[in-house]
């Protein structure tokens, strides 16, 4: 990476460098253009689940109606709770497994590992439907009982996501761990520690920030995932996306727009959460 | 590093949960897709493993491959229209102040956290008959038609006689549109990531030594770049190819990717060895990618974007 250039003091500053690429009118314009088309379609989502109109076409005052409707939607309601109760077990399975992962990992070398790594990473890299087709055949063949209480009915669910969740749960702390001083574990062995008191003592104490934007990340997976569920929920155990989904095929009113904005302010808060605590390692490795 | 046989009472502990996991839920469950894509439908539900290769032949049937050649072609439109547009936003976000930059990634990285599906649903409102997209233009052409009037030009119609809308929605443009708006983050990252670590003497010396920024970017930006772009191509195209409810929201009857008929012997024909053979090519299809890339960008840069 070069430094940016600096200009000279006094030098006039409307002259175009050859590299000043943002400068260019053309280019701001194309930018400017590739984010209002990114912006544009969620901003009036957004906007129109506060419309009070049942035709998402024009704006005719702010209401919370649409909102009123969510709520007393008991379907709705129940997707939703769903939702978050496989978000919450998703995570707390799928956030120790990932850490077991990336501290294992990060400590053992061992025949085949190259191999391993590869295998971890499969849940991210193969296309989501094989694995929903994957889950659905497994599922049924696995004789899935259909009749049984909260939350063992959302048992398939819940399996399925920590399955895609807890290897990208591993990236993340994976990266945090990369920053820890060896030494301290050798120090605190020395001093008497066992396995166990170190690991608790002195690396999950370090891995915290990690541990913590991995889980907020799985939570927001779980939370998001469409296709993966699709396959894998029965007819009784919907979650709010698929729930927007047949809502969507069905007719498109401001109701779903109200249930979208909920999701999409919950996912934002997670992620942007997470982000910030891993900040402060990044900027130890810059 | 610790070599596993130095303790490994902790290397199991740490490894054989998760791996336990991982195999139980997600080798065993995608082996038994593999299995089923041998298999025979015998009855509603009954799958009898008889290792005969027809769901495959059947892949390649005329009315199966007018499909993928239709679903291939869309998703590499949009993949195309992901690239083009693509390279000079990178380029912008790389070249940007550096105070700028983390606020230009974070903007393109926001629309990326919000569910796909929520997203493909927010482009209807854009491009219905009565949407954004119309009555903008709509509006240039009643501009374009009063303007015509002041010149006395009106009484002839030379507009058509009334807008007419365009149809922007459930056809295969559509698809492709949405492709685009659901992968497009994919694109800008690796070509950003790319474009940041080039040396800029090179630039500064091709425009120097009198080639245009066109010729720049093809003979100097473009070969020391196009690793990023191979990534982008990639992880935008393949899984383009599987997202069935883009055409599901936003196709017509015919539009269809391969996704949606993966989808269907799942949900609705019920024919599980012939979509199992289907996923198990889509897999096949990642994996070439994946490896294509490996051998080109070299084993160094493994599996990051």
Known sequence: MTAPVRRPHGSPRNLIGPLDYTRRWWMRFLVAATFLALYAPILTLIAYSFNDSRRNIMWRGFTLKYYEKAWNNDSLIDAFVNSLSIAVFSTAVSTLLGVLVAIFLWRFKFPGKSAYEGFMVLPIVIPEICMGVAMMAFFARVGWPTNLTWPFNLGNIIIAHIAFSFPFVAVIVRARMVGFNRELEDAAKDLGASEWQTMRDVVLPYLKPGIVAGGLIAFTLSLDDFVITFFTAGPNTITLPVKIFSMVRFSVTPEVNAASTILIVITVIATVLAMRFQAPQDKQEG | ?305
Not at chain 2, 18 to 33: E, G, T
Not at chain 2, 80 to 97: K, N, R
Not at chain 2, 113 to 121: F, S
């Open chain 2, 1 to 305: 590093m610790d070599s596993w046989r130095k303790n490994p009472l902790v290397f199991w502990v740490l490894n054989l949960s998760p791996s336990v996991w991982l195999v139980a839920f997600f080798i065993v469950p995608l082996a038994l897709v593999w299995v089923l894509s041998f298999g025979e439908k015998r009855g509603l539900l009954d799958v009898a493993i008889t290792g005969t290769l027809d769901n495959y032949a059947r892949a390649l049937q005329p009315l199966y491959l007018e499909i993928f050649w239709k679903s291939i072609w869309m998703a590499a439109a949009a993949t195309m229209v992901c690239l083009i547009v693509g390279y000079p936003v990178a380029f912008a976000i790389a070249f940007a102040p550096s105070r700028w930059k983390p606020y230009l990634l974070l903007a393109l990285m926001v629309p990326f956290w919000i569910n796909i599906l929520i997203r493909t649903y927010a482009l209807i409102a854009v491009f219905r008959t009565r949407g954004y997209v119309n009555f903008t233009l709509e509006w240039f052409w009643d501009q374009a038609n009063s303007l015509l009037g002041a010149i006395g030009l009106g009484g002839y119609g030379l507009m058509g006689a009334r807008f007419e809308p365009l149809e922007l929605l459930y056809n295969n443009f559509a698809v492709s549109l949405g492709i685009v708006y659901a992968f497009f983050p994919f694109m800008v990252l690796p070509l950003y990531a790319n474009i940041e670590k080039l040396d800029r003497s090179y630039l500064e010396a091709s425009l120097d030594l009198g080639a245009g920024h066109w010729r720049t970017f093809f003979s100097v930006v473009f070969p020391l770049t196009w690793h990023g772009a191979l990534s982008g191509v990639i992880i935008v195209f393949i899984p383009a190819l599987g997202a069935f409810f883009i055409p599901d929201l936003l196709g017509g009857t015919d539009s269809q990717l391969i996704g949606n008929v993966i989808e269907r012997q799942f949900k609705s024909a019920n024919d599980w060895p012939f979509g199992a053979a289907l996923s198990f090519l889509l897999m096949y299809a990642t994996f070439g990618a994946l490896a294509l890339r490996a051998l080109v960008v070299g084993r160094k840069q493994g599996l990051e974007v």
